[in-house]
Every structure is written in C-alpha cells, then in structure tokens.
C-alpha cells in the first residue's frame, strides 16, 4: 500500500511542480524549512514521552491551545511536540507555544515520514480538524503509536470526495485510536467514509474554548491607527479576491451617509497585502498598514490595511461590525466566526460558509450574525 501512495504523491507532486516553482520565485512559498518537508526535523532531545499535535494552519494551531494547555496539567514531564503546514501556522506557533518543540509537518512519503517519526519519537500523535495522511497513519501504527483526531470536522464536499476512495482510505480510519469530531452531523459523515462507529466521539469544538475574551493592548492599537472613539470601524477579516473590492464600494457607499464609518481589511493570505494595498489605492482611498503605522496620514477616510500575522483579533476587539470573509464570492467555505462572537461583536458573512456551518447556524439561530447574499445585502447590512 505504501507504494501505492508514494506513487500517488509522486505524480501528483510532478502535476502540481509548476504552479510549486512559480509560488516558490513570485511569493516565497514553500521555500522555509524545505528540507523538513522531506523529514529532515530537528531531532528532539532527551528520552521522557512526547506529545505530537499537528495543526495545518493558523487556525487549527490556536484551537490546539486548550487542549495543549489541558493535557501539560495533566501529564508535566511529557514533551510536546507542535508541527504546522504553512509559513503562517509556523509563525502562529512560535508566538503561541514558545516553549515546545516546532517543526513543519513532512510530505507523506514513506521516506520522508520514517525519518520524521525517527527525531520526533512520538508517543501520541494528535491531528487537528482532518489531517489523515495514510502513510504518516500508518507506520504510527507499525510502530505502536496511537493517533488521535481532535477536533474533527468533515465538510459535505470533502465526504463525497473520501466517498470516491473509500476502499483506499478505510483502512487509515481504522487504525486511528479516537476520532473526537465537533458534531453529530461530523461523526456521520465520519462513518460514511469507513471510520469506525465505535471510534468516533462528539466533543464539540475546542475553537469555543480557544476563542479569545479580552485581547490585550487594544487602546494602544486604537491610538497608533488614529482611530477616533466616536468613529464606527468595520473590520473585515479573513477576506479573499473579489471581496475587497465589493467592501470597498461598499464602504465608499456607506461614507456618503456615514462620514465618520472606517474601514479595516485583513486579507486572509499575506501574499495578497500589496495586492490588496495597491486596490485600496487604486480605489481613491488612502491606505494605512498596520504593520507601519506612520505609512500614510491618519485621515478619516483612510482604509487600514491588516497586514501583520496574529493581530486580527485585536481589529476585531475595535470593531463596531464585523465581516468574516471567504464568505461572499464562490466557492468561499467560510473562516472563523467563533472569534468576533466572543468578544460580542455583530457578524455578518456572505452565502458561503458551508466549512462552518454548525457555528453559522447557532450564531443565526440566536439572531447574532446576519447572512447576506451579495453586495446589495452587505449595503444594507452594515448601513
């Protein structure tokens, strides 16, 4: 079966290598910690038992936080291991977990995880949300280390999709010890795709949990962005191509009946601040960046840029509204909306929230988020 696998990635990694190379020289991409990607992590030191937790990205690594906390309570002279996908997660986790072992999460090629597993010498791995790699699943196995999913969720088009392979990925579900899904509707759809019913636990979702109350510093922020106290800030966050552009028509609609309304977007993926920078200027506004404050005058029409990793909930801490993007243009999917309910803010997204559908429908439900469906309904939403 291994070979199987490697075979697959193999291919797909030559399919995919063009559109790898371009993001590598044009954004940067992928070119951090290569050689870890192929297992070559730090070694870890020392002989106690370790804890692997995996969070892809920004997300998943802050909702790790809780369970990361609990489980040190618990066990104190057990290592912990955290590994993260992309630049932003490793970013995320160097500042929320200062004092563990960080490494990027290796491709799943046998090689590449046997020597992963070699330096790391885990004793519980933990995979946050849906991280079923087959090859990683299974020489834990073979090795006598359970893994366990926290925090499971599986989305209706990622069911159908699993649904199609079934007969290749049962058997990765049937050698993972628990499957800890958020809700019922998850541990269905967790069984449609062969994991075993017995396995499976409805815990609810640990983003609850890690979902900040009261940031910090948030005056400070207020004053180096010159945003006046009487002034309304909508902040928009997590936002993908085509939404910046209809928040900013929106937005100039809003100024000529509201003058003392501002404006904050954060873009969901850092490459896209300059091109998101360049649009708010092209647009006629001026553009303030987070990242440097002094960028441009602290005018009233000024557009803050989001531009620094980390600090979205600081933005949100200010807002008067709060849009949660990769929500308005298809296919979207959603981001989190658990972090501007818990500081009470009122949250708008678009139709396309399909990845948290439980959290939209509770939100909905005690009438404490509104759901546009384009443009039009944002105006009037946010008016």
């Given amino acids: 079966m291994s070979l199987i696998w490697d075979s697959f990635y193999l291919f797909a990694l030559l399919l995919a290598s063009p559109v790898l190379l371009f993001r590598m020289l044009t954004r940067g991409k992928y070119r951090s910690r290569a050689l870890e990607r192929f297992g070559a992590v730090p070694r870890r030191t020392g002989d106690g038992r370790c804890l692997w937790v995996h969070g892809v990205s920004v997300g998943e690594v802050l909702a790790s936080r809780t369970l990361i906390e609990g489980f040190r309570e618990r066990h104190p002279d057990w290592d912990v291991v955290v590994s993260t996908t992309t630049d932003t997660g490793y970013e995320t986790a160097l500042r929320t977990f200062p004092d563990c072992h960080l490494i990027t999460w290796p491709l799943d090629f046998t090689g590449a995880i046997v020597r992963s597993l070699s330096r790391v010498r885990p004793s519980l791995v933990v995979l946050m949300e849906l991280e079923l790699w087959p090859n990683f699943v299974r020489l834990c196995d073979a090795r006598g280390v359970p893994v366990v999913i926290a ?67 948030t005056e400070k922020l207020r004053m180096e962005l010159g945003i006046g106290k009487k002034e309304k800030l909508i902040v928009a966050g997590s936002t993908c191509p085509g939404e910046e552009d209809i928040l900013l028509d929106v937005y100039a609609d809003l100024r000529k009946k509201f003058p003392d309304v501002r404006l904050a977007i954060v873009p969901r993926h850092p490459e896209r601040f300059e091109p998101v920078a360049r649009l708010v200027r092209d647009r006629g506004f ?98």
């Fill in 286 to 383: 001026r553009c303030l960046r987070r990242s440097s404050p002094g960028s441009a005058p602290k005018s009233s029409d000024a557009v803050i840029l989001g531009d620094t990793m980390g600090g979205l909930v600081h933005l949100y801490a200010l807002a008067s509204v709060v849009f949660v993007g990769k929500s308005l243009v298809a296919p979207g999917g959603g981001q989190n909306l658990i972090e501007p309910a818990a500081l009470g803010k009122p949250v708008v997204f678009g139709p396309h929230t399909a990845n948290f559908a439980e959290t939209r429908d509770r939100l909905l439900d005690r009438d404490a988020a509104v759901e546009v469906a384009d443009a039009e309904g944002l105006l009037t939403a946010l008016g």
């Fill in 151 to 217: 925090n499971g969720r599986l989305s209706e088009r990622s069911m159908r999709l699993q649904s199609n392979f079934r007969f290749l990925l049962s058997g990765s579900y049937k050698r993972i010890a628990r499957i800890c899904v958020q809700t019922e509707e998850y541990a269905r759809r967790f069984q449609e795709v062969g994991a075993p019913s017995d396995r499976i636990i409805v815990t609810g979702s640990l983003k609850y949990d890690a979902a900040p109350t009261q940031p910090r510093d």
